[in-house]
């Protein structure tokens, strides 16, 4: 069955470092792939997409991911971290063979320290 | 686009009683999903519209759940004889053909059944 893993449930960085969060998909084609944020009780905004052609894709608010098939991967990354960053961070990939859904990671909380 | 709007925002009911959430997609988005998302989990698909058609349901949506998007737009789910386990935030999604894979999310419903 298809899934997503995010390893790191919450991250706390100091703002102006780099941040990288990452996540793990299992799924048998060329998925197509997603990242977005959600702030406190509020929905989800994309920030970036991976639907094929190069594998490092640029999105919203600095933020840049890349896609490696060899490692089942797409982690997110940003040279400098906002304040404004602090948020959850949800992976995910969609839709699968088969179905019309999406399958979402359990996410990642971000603290970012002044 | 004015995005995706849900309505009511927040709902607190009692034990028993029936909730029904609307969601309004985005223009010209013919593609509808409803989610779920407890707090520390991210989404979990519920299901997913076609123009009028329901195309997926997921094992999530026990009996007591239905949604119906009448007309191709705007889409209703309805709880029926909620439990404290319904309590959550219900995310409504849209996309289109044109938009690719991509879906767009409301900012949510929260549901608190006391």
């Known amino acids: 069955a298809q899934s997503v893993t995010q390893p790191d449930i919450h991250i706390t960085v100091s703002e102006g470092a780099s941040l990288e969060l990452r996540c793990n998909y299992s799924y048998g084609a060329t998925p197509y792939l997603f990242w977005y944020v959600q702030s406190p009780g509020q929905g989800l905004q994309l920030l970036l997409k991976y639907f094929s052609g190069d594998t490092l894709v640029q999105g919203i608010k600095g933020f840049e991911a890349e896609f490696k098939r060899s490692q089942s991967s797409f982690n997110l990354r940003k040279p400098s971290v906002h304040w404004s960053d602090a948020a959850e961070y949800f992976c995910a990939v969609g839709p699968t063979s088969g179905t019309y859904k999406y399958i979402f990671g359990t996410g990642t909380r971000l603290k970012v320290l002044a | 686009d004015t995005g995706v709007s849900q309505d009511p925002r927040h709902k607190i009911t009692k034990r028993g009683q029936n909730v029904t959430f609307r969601c309004d997609p985005i223009s010209e988005h013919n593609r509808l999903y409803w989610y779920r998302q407890t707090l520390g989990q991210g989404p979990e698909f519920l299901t997913y519209?076609?123009?009028?058609?329901?195309?997926?349901k997921s094992r999530l949506l026990s009996d007591r759940f239905s949604a119906e998007r009448p007309k191709g737009s705007f889409s209703t789910l309805e709880i029926q004889r909620t439990e404290q386990g319904d309590s959550a935030m219900y995310l409504c999604?849209?996309?289109?053909?044109?938009?690719?894979?991509?879906?767009?999310f409301g900012e949510g419903s929260w549901l608190t059944v006391v």
């Open positions: 999604a849209s996309s289109h053909l044109g938009s690719g894979n991509t879906i767009y």
């Open positions: 519209f076609q123009n009028e058609a329901q195309l997926e």
